[in-house]
């Protein structure tokens, strides 16, 4: 791969999900009833940020591979042995002549992420101190519900997150963060949006360890940063309108679908 002076969108795609499998092929009708991809309205959320940065999707499937060709997606191809996507990012880092100062990594089921996350995680980049940076935002009464509803379902959904006073995380988690939170209404639930941002030396690090166990347990791959001890800085970011969901399940396709309809999306 040629190398870039700027930095890098990479959106990870692995066809076998364990949750959902095939879920990049998965299709979402717009507003309009066109049908499409998960994996094609990802990528094209990416380009509507005009983030002005390269975008690529990272993938060992040769099915994701076809799928992205066809709507004009530069593709990398990765190892099966990613764990995640946080490798897959590693891994297309490790395949460039020269490393960009950072990586975004936009997964590929983060198809309602809004450009104002992507922006600000670039924004926080600007600071070299800054290793590994996420999006948060302060959940909405509609998006708390989401989330109880599937913790109280059994299913597994969104993920939240504590952080301290100067915006280091403490902890990111599938439960509903912080305990009692439901109940209070002066005590934020922060919802972690799937998207990072990270500098070579932090990827290179990540990927030369072995999962960790709060890692294992909860099934979140940016704990292992937090238990190496590297520092993941939060973007704190306006709660949009509606609903902001990620693809985790079946169940979701619906949500998702009103979600496209209300924002006139096709």
């Not at 909405?140 to 509803?149: I, K, V, Y």
């Not at 396709?253 to 209300?262: F, S, T």
Request: charged share 20%.
């Amino acid at each position: 791969m040629a190398g870039t002076s700027s930095g890098l969108v990479v959106i990870p795609a692995r066809f076998a999900s364990t949750r959902y499998p095939g879920k990049p092929l998965a299709i979402l009708r717009g507003a309009n009833g066109t049908a499409r991809s998960l994996l094609e309205r990802t990528w094209r959320n990416a380009h509507a940020a005009e983030l002005g940065l390269r975008i690529v999707i990272a993938t060992d499937d040769t099915r994701v591979r076809d799928l992205a060709y066809s709507f004009g997606a530069e593709v990398v191809m990765t190892s099966p042995a990613c764990r995640n996507g946080t490798e897959r990012c590693a891994e297309v880092a490790g395949q460039m002549a020269e490393a960009p100062p950072f990586i975004l990594n936009l997964q590929g089921d983060a198809l309602l992420t809004p450009p104002s996350a992507l922006r600000g995680l670039i924004r926080a980049m600007d600071d070299p101190g800054t290793s590994v940076a996420t999006p948060v935002m302060a959940c909405t009464p509609e998006t708390r519900t989401h989330l109880l509803a599937d913790r109280q379902a059994g299913r597994v959904g969104g993920t939240t997150a504590v952080f301290d006073r100067t915006g280091r995380a403490l902890y990111f988690s599938k439960e509903v963060l912080p305990f009692g939170a439901d109940t209070r209404d002066d005590t934020p639930t922060y919802l972690h949006l799937g998207v990072y941002a990270y500098r070579a030396e932090a990827l290179s690090a990540y990927a030369a360890a072995e999962p960790q166990p709060c890692e294992t347990s909860e099934g979140l791959e940016q704990l292992r940063f937090l238990e190496l001890g590297w520092p993941v800085h939060v973007v704190e970011i306006t709660p949009p309108e509606g609903l902001l969901i990620e693809l985790n399940n079946p169940e979701d396709v619906p949500l998702i679908e009103a979600e496209l309809r209300r924002r006139g999306i096709d």
